[in-house]
């Protein structure tokens, strides 16, 4: 497995008012297929915002592909903890969006968005509208959406953190199926450790206040990953690195 | 208005208090009407009240008649109200929703207009109304302008509200994508404040009948407010109630009129529109990938 930097990331660091900090001093190399977890509040989403080119920095330098991040980028797509779907649209129309945006909604746009919801499983819901679509279905179009950008570097923002357990579970595994390919880079952040390291090539634990990677863990488990996997003391021994690296750096933290 | 027609329904499941439904529920009402009426007429007819400032239902069914049939003065009068509502309405609600766009789009267009909207809100409106006859003369322009001054507030704050409850996550979705100014405002920003407008329209076409009625008390040759000031003041009061049961008929028919506009082009927030919906999407995608 190569690993292949896609982010890179010198003394970054993000304030949003003087005292408030939310990420600082971040100096960190992202390869292919990494998570990115940490307790609410540590500053994840922020660093993910700058990434992507959402929010300026204050100090430092964030690069994507070696170009120095300005501002959105066409080979960032993004999914939220929210479906953020437009609800007077249909599931088509939803996914069509990043076409209609960019002015091409071709025949080709159109076959592409209908391939989508298929690979996502929302086969026969293509024309529903997001009110009449579950949780879970709803996070579906958001992903065959973000599939729809082309973008090949997905930043994932709790995605399925609003969903029950089962349905997290499961559509983890069809998002491991749907996002294997060497030419995708995904970045998935979330307070879940379990999550974190079921899904990632690589997992940086955060720690708050400021907001900092404590720690990066490579995570050698066979592929493709298996609900099964989350059992066995491999597994277990990682779920530990990360959690002591987590509560060495909130011992006596207020909470 | 709306939710009259689910809370019947749910109470036939339970079988509750609305027995045979919706035909006997207004049965029942009209009875309880007829009985009141009959009550009111016979206290008249007995001494009881006076005749001359509460009119006999009867006098106020001939009157009816007289003002539509006989002698049908009042067609012309309700033209000139409604188009004096209907003018002020349409110019309030252009510039609330205006000047609601331009202060959310514009941080430095809103702190300057702040000041000036706790003036006018802190004024009743109607108060202002002497002043626009002054200004506007006795014709239609004053009505005009207390009708659109009245109506004007609603279609502000709603839209107000509308643009600024669109989703942090929403606007970052759009950015991400690359979308222009123009296209967040058209595709996210308008859609999502929809809903909260169209309340504030409906709002609006109410208050600007009150406006322009008002204004006529004040000073006019024509309109139904004018109208029933001629007939208080001559003490024909079955006519001036006959008046006013037109304006309240008048403005239950447009409020309806604004629910089924509000009704089609919200599709999305009705089960049976929007299952329609879907379907005629379905096919035109079908009919469209097949060619």
Sequence with gaps: MADEVVIEAKGLSKAFTETVIAVEDAIFQIPKGSSLVGPSGCGKSTLLRLIAGLIDKTDGNISVRNAEVTGPRKDIGLMFQKAVLLEWRTAIENVLLPNEIRGDVGPEAKQKAWDGLQLVGLKDFEFAFPRQLSGGMQQRVALARLLQTGADIMLLDEPFGALDEFTRERLNVELLRIVDDPEITTIFVTHNITEAIFLADKVFVMTPRPGRIAAMIDINLPKPRTIEMETTPEFNALIKEVRDVLSGHLDGAPL | ??????????????????????????????????????????????????????????????????????????????????????????????????????????????????????????????????????????????????????????????????????????????????????????????????????????????????????????????????????????LNMPSAFAGLLSITLYGFILFRIMEIIDHRVLYWRNDELMEKKSLQRSLAWNKEMKS
């Excluded at chain 2, 009111?40 to 007289?66: C, F, H, Q, Y």
């Excluded at chain 2, 296209?183 to 208050?207: C, D, E, H, Y």
């Design chain 2, 1 to 234: 208005m709306s939710s009259i027609e689910p809370d019947i329904n749910h109470n036939i499941e339970i079988g509750g208090e609305f027995k045979g439904g919706l035909i006997g529920a207004t049965i029942r009402h009209l009875l309880i009407l007829l009985v009141i009426l009959f009550v009111w007429e016979m206290a008249n007819r007995t001494g009881m009240g006076d005749p001359l400032l509460l009119p006999r239902p009867t006098d106020i069914v001939l009157s009816i008649w007289k003002i539509y049939v006989t002698q049908g003065n009042v067609w012309y009068h309700l033209w000139v109200t409604f188009k004096e509502a209907m003018v002020g309405c349409f110019i309030g609600c252009v510039i609330g929703i205006g000047l609601a766009v331009a202060a959310v789009l514009s941080d430095t267009f809103r702190q300057f207009l702040k000041p000036y909207i706790i003036i006018v809100e802190a004024t009743p409106r109607i108060a202002i109304g002497p002043i626009l006859v002054t200004w506007f003369g006795f014709g239609m322009s004053s009505k005009v302008a207390l009708a659109a001054l009245v109506c004007f507030f609603a279609p502000f704050v709603n839209t107000i509200t509308g643009l600024l409850g669109v989703e942090e996550e929403s606007y970052e979705l759009f950015r991400s994508l690359g979308a222009t100014r123009k296209q967040v405002f058209w595709r996210l920003m308008i859609p999502t404040a929809l809903p909260t407008m169209n309340a504030g329209l409906k709002l609006a076409v109410g208050s600007a009948f009150g406006g322009a009625l008002v204004a006529e008390f004040i000073s006019a040759q024509s309109g139904m407010g004018i109208l029933m000031a001629r007939y208080t003041m001559s």
